[in-house]
C-alpha cells in the first residue's frame, strides 16, 4: 500500500498555509462556498496562494456553483485542481479543462463504485467520499460508516468526513485509500469544543499528518 496523499482543506491565512506545507500537506483546499465558515473571497485566496511553498497542490473547492463563476476565479487564481462538493453532474465536472474530483456524500443506497465508474469516464480525477449530514454539504465534521467503501474503485478514492488526528490511521488502515481530507478535525476549538471554522490548529496538523503518513 502506497502512502495517502493529505489534503489539509478550508485554510483562510497564508500562515496556516505554509505551516500545512512544512508540515508535510500534498494539498490544501480553499473553500469558494460562500455559506461555508471557511469561505475565502477571492483575493484573500491570492494571498494564501502567494504564500505557498513549490510542489503543494492548490485545489478550490464549489458548490453547485455557476460554471461562470468557477471561469472567473480560474482566470484569477492559479488552482491546480477543482473539487466539486455539490450536485454537478460529469459533464458540468469536465467543461473546465482543468484536473478535478467528485464529492459523493455517502447517503443511504448510496453506489461509490457506480458513481466512481460515471465520473471516471467523464475524465475526473478522483472521487472523495464524505458524511451525509441534510442541509449541509460538507465540513461537518462527521464520519461514515467506512465498511460501505469498496475494495476496488474506477478512480483513487479519497477519504473525508469527521477524520481527526485520533482516527486517521485506523481510517487509512481500513480503507486504503489513495488520498485523506481534513477540514474541522485539524481546526482551533473554542473552550466549548466548538471549532473555529477556518483557523488551523498547527500542532494537529502536524499529528494528522503523522498518523496519515504513519
Ligand atoms: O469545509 C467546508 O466548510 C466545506 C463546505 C462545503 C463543502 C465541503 C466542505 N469541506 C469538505 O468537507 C469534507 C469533510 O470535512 P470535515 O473534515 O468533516 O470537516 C472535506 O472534504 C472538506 O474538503
Not at 146 to 157: I, K, V
Given at each position: 500500500m502506497s502512502t495517502p496523499r493529505v489534503k489539509i482543506c478550508g485554510i483562510t491565512r497564508p500562515e496556516d498555509a505554509v505551516q500545512a506545507a512544512r508540515a508535510g500537506a500534498d494539498a490544501i483546499g480553499l473553500v469558494?462556498?460562500?455559506?461555508?465558515?471557511?469561505y475565502v473571497d477571492p483575493r484573500r485566496a491570492a494571498r494564501i496562494l502567494a504564500a505557498l511553498p513549490p510542489f503543494v497542490t492548490t485545489v478550490g473547492l464549489f458548490v453547485n456553483a455557476d460554471a461562470g463563476l468557477v471561469r472567473e476565479y480560474l482566470r484569477e487564481l492559479p488552482l491546480d485542481m477543482l473539487q466539486f462538493?455539490?450536485?454537478?453532474t460529469p459533464e458540468y465536472g469536465a467543461a473546465f479543462q482543468r484536473p478535478w474530483i467528485k464529492a459523493l456524500r455517502m447517503r443511504d443506497g448510496a453506489d461509490p463504485a457506480g458513481v466512481a465508474r460515471e465520473y471516471a469516464a467523464a475524465g475526473a480525477r478522483g472521487l472523495l467520499v464524505d458524511s451525509y449530514v441534510p442541509g449541509?454539504?460538507?465540513?461537518?465534521?462527521e464520519r461514515f460508516?467506512?465498511?460501505?467503501?469498496?475494495?476496488?474503485?474506477a478512480l483513487p478514492l479519497i477519504l473525508a468526513g469527521g477524520l481527526t488526528p485520533a482516527n486517521v490511521a485506523e481510517a487509512v488502515r481500513q480503507v486504503r485509500p489513495w488520498g485523506v481530507d481534513v477540514s474541522g478535525g485539524v481546526e482551533v476549538r473554542a473552550v466549548t469544543g466548538a471549532t473555529l471554522g477556518g483557523i488551523k490548529d498547527r500542532h494537529a496538523v502536524r499529528a494528522f499528518l503523522r498518523a496519515a503518513k504513519a
Amino acid at each position: 500500500m502506497s502512502t495517502p496523499r493529505v489534503k489539509i482543506c478550508g485554510i483562510t491565512r497564508p500562515e496556516d498555509a505554509v505551516q500545512a506545507a512544512r508540515a508535510g500537506a500534498d494539498a490544501i483546499g480553499l473553500v469558494f462556498y460562500p455559506s461555508s465558515p471557511r469561505y475565502v473571497d477571492p483575493r484573500r485566496a491570492a494571498r494564501i496562494l502567494a504564500a505557498l511553498p513549490p510542489f503543494v497542490t492548490t485545489v478550490g473547492l464549489f458548490v453547485n456553483a455557476d460554471a461562470g463563476l468557477v471561469r472567473e476565479y480560474l482566470r484569477e487564481l492559479p488552482l491546480d485542481m477543482l473539487q466539486f462538493h455539490g450536485d454537478e453532474t460529469p459533464e458540468y465536472g469536465a467543461a473546465f479543462q482543468r484536473p478535478w474530483i467528485k464529492a459523493l456524500r455517502m447517503r443511504d443506497g448510496a453506489d461509490p463504485a457506480g458513481v466512481a465508474r460515471e465520473y471516471a469516464a467523464a475524465g475526473a480525477r478522483g472521487l472523495l467520499v464524505d458524511s451525509y449530514v441534510p442541509g449541509t454539504p460538507g465540513g461537518t465534521g462527521e464520519r461514515f460508516d467506512w465498511g460501505l467503501l469498496p475494495r476496488e474503485s474506477a478512480l483513487p478514492l479519497i477519504l473525508a468526513g469527521g477524520l481527526t488526528p485520533a482516527n486517521v490511521a485506523e481510517a487509512v488502515r481500513q480503507v486504503r485509500p489513495w488520498g485523506v481530507d481534513v477540514s474541522g478535525g485539524v481546526e482551533v476549538r473554542a473552550v466549548t469544543g466548538a471549532t473555529l471554522g477556518g483557523i488551523k490548529d498547527r500542532h494537529a496538523v502536524r499529528a494528522f499528518l503523522r498518523a496519515a503518513k504513519a
